[in-house]
């Protein structure tokens, strides 16, 4: 980043009108982009029409719905879409073209309407309820639909919903969003341009990480033995053993002790997502952790499993592989294994459908469904010798940490490309 970039987005931070710059109601722009203009002075807009469940199909004529654009489409734009209808039901629903901006016309919530994606496809295809349509003249659609997400595209669009179990917005709300843009249409494709490359490399990590995620999964069907069989399918070189059926009361024993002594140990809690995560030590209201009396929690020391006996079912189980002890909720059970079973092996068998199976088997309750440890010990597992628990267990490790890796990267660019959004959508960064 330049010294004059620099300058200028000080200059905004404080307040300040940078030289070139011009004030509008809705932010500061350079002098030479169109900001006197709302979205109805530069187009036509349409609304599409409900299409019922069953008319949609495997084949047909191309359909986008409600529900598309929310939860599906990523980067404000795409090229196919992934419903069907007949020509005949086709030919009742409104047909879109290359260059049409879709916008969601409900949400459950006030911050779910308005969200905006572009059509970019080539073929045409028809809209579903819910949506309404918009068709710009003179201006890069896909720059717009990129400037429809920024915050206070939202946040306007938010203010403008109407209802409660349902929030809706009306076409009429829309019309009267402000827009800019630059005069160039140079600009607007070179700003396009840019972001659709940021887009991709966010969508190829994507790809990668679903691709490694779909991989893994299909090793934990196929590196555990089905059922009633005492080999996987997939082996490592060198091994041919049957595998043994032992009880899980056999080879794990209850290892969470209270903290009598109130020992000022950091509090943790378990995610499906993250395992292990330090705990918030701020209550809401007022104090902090650190002065609540912890005696009734459990010390956990390295090398034990804990979890949530009414969230196993979703995965909330956590492995304690720190150099120090933590303490956890005494809702919590928390465990070892003996020196028969290598640990990332279990905790890779914790996460494949054989254990989920089993919980659904012995969980227990009424509205709530518990798993606690002594129905965990009513299971049992299939295990190899322990060097080849070892080799599994450390080969889905470095797939984790493959997809790990993944992850961070790419929250890295969205990072970076999300402030580049900002810099290019509001004339900050200029491009020609």
Known sequence: ?????????????????????????????????????????????????????????????????????????????????????DEETAKDSQLIKKGTLLFTGTGETAEEIGKCVCYNGDSTIC???????????????LFLAYQQYQNFSLKKKASFGQGHSVVHIQKESLEKLNVAYPESKNEQSRIVEILMKWDKAIELYDKQIDALTRYKAVCLRKMFPAKGQNAPEWRFQGFTGAWEQRKLSDITFPSGEKNRDNLPYESYSITNENGFVPQDEKFENGGTMRDADKRMYYIVSPQSFAYNPARINVGSIGYQNTSKNVIVSSLYEVFKT???????????????????????????????????????????????????????????????????????????????????????????????
């Open 127 to 141: 809209a579903g309820g819910d949506i309404i349509t918009f068709v710009p003249q003179d201006v890069n659609p």
């Open 1 to 85: 980043m330049n010294k004059e970039i620099k300058q200028r987005i000080e200059q905004l931070n404080n307040g300040k009108i940078p030289k070139g710059y011009k004030k509008t109601d809705f932010g500061v722009f350079p002098s030479d982009w169109v900001t006197d203009k709302k979205l109805i002075d530069i187009g036509t807009f349409g609304k599409g029409k409900g299409i019922p469940g069953n008319k949609m199909q495997s084949g047909g004529v191309p359909c986008v719905g409600y529900g598309d654009i929310y939860m599906k489409y990523n980067h404000f734009h795409f090229e196919e879409a992934q419903s069907f209808v």
């Open 338 to 432: 003996t020196e028969e079973v290598d640990d990332r092996f279990l905790w890779h068998w914790f996460k494949s459908d054989d254990f989920k199976k089993l919980i659904v088997q012995l969980q227990e309750g009424g509205v709530r469904l518990y798993f606690y440890y002594d129905k965990l010990c009513m299971g049992s597992i299939t295990l190899p010798c322990l060097e080849e628990q070892h080799q599994i267990g450390a080969y889905l490790d470095s797939l984790d940490h493959l997809i790990t890796l993944h992850q961070r990267k790419k929250e890295v660019i969205t990072n970076q490309r999300k402030t580049l959004q900002q810099y290019l959508l509001n004339g900050i960064v200029r491009v020609r």
